[in-house]
């Protein structure tokens, strides 16, 4: 089984600071997807990034795929209440199915 | 274009009884996967279905079962039901089998073994 861990596993800051969430494994990928979920919902997947060192911005979110493909990151910039939500990494090793991270809490104060 | 449909929203069910869950995938997604979601594992994958046919199992016991129709509708049993298989079950479809594709999750059906 394929271990993802995610730090940290609750985070609680002010609105308008900045966030990074962490996803390790000693596994190795061929992709990793990202998403948030809301209580009572199915998580929204937020983006999938499948080449070593990749990066990709979407707005104030900014996913890093690291070189070897064990690991990622999502850097928030100046959260808002509405990213308030459980994120969540999900790695995949050549199938469809995913593995995925233990999650991250985040709640934004206002 | 509709996204993923899973019915029912909720499910109270006995211990002991047998319960299924349907999924209708995004239009065209010929992929449906299953996770099962709890407070103590987090998101766990159960199977995948890709042309009506089983790809991917797994580590569940085989009271989980699954099959997916000509249509791509899917449909997930789970038998004998135990107080441990409350949790929220999730349908996600894809465009196709192979890693990198995109996965859409549905609201998930929310089961209750009491």
């Known amino acids: 089984t394929q271990l993802l861990e995610q730090s940290p596993q609750f985070l609680s800051i002010q609105e308008g600071e900045n966030l990074t969430v962490y996803c390790n494994s000693s596994?190795?990928?061929?992709?990793l997807q990202w998403y948030r979920q809301e209580p009572g919902e199915g998580p929204v997947l937020l983006v999938t990034?499948?080449?070593?060192?990749e990066v990709k911005k979407l707005k104030r979110l900014t996913f890093q795929f690291g070189d070897a493909r064990k690991d990622s990151s999502l850097h928030i910039t100046a959260a808002q209440p509405g990213d308030t939500g459980l994120y969540l990494c999900?790695?995949?090793?050549?199938?469809?199915?995913?593995?995925f991270g233990t999650g991250t809490r985040l709640t934004v104060i206002p | 274009k509709a996204g993923v449909t899973q019915t029912p929203r909720y499910l109270i069910k006995t211990r002991g009884q047998q319960v299924t869950l349907s999924c209708s995938p995004i239009?065209?997604?010929?992929?449906v996967s299953w996770y099962q979601q709890t407070p103590g594992q987090g998101l766990q994958f159960l199977f995948e279905?890709?042309?009506?046919?089983?790809?991917n199992k797994g580590n569940f016991p085989g009271r989980f079962s699954g099959r997916q129709f000509s249509n791509s509708r899917s449909e997930m049993n789970v038998s004998t039901l135990e107080l441990g298989d409350s949790a929220l079950y999730l349908c996600?479809?894809?465009?196709?089998?192979?890693?990198?594709?995109?996965?859409?999750f549905g609201q998930g059906t929310r089961l209750t073994v009491v």
């Open positions: 990034v499948v080449t070593g060192g």
């Open positions: 239009s065209g997604h010929r992929s």
């Open positions: 996600a479809s894809s465009s196709g089998s192979r890693s990198g594709n995109a996965a859409f």
């Open positions: 596994s190795v990928f061929s992709s």
């Open positions: 999900a790695g995949q090793t050549g199938a469809n199915n995913l593995f």
């Open positions: 279905y890709f042309s009506e046919t089983q790809r």
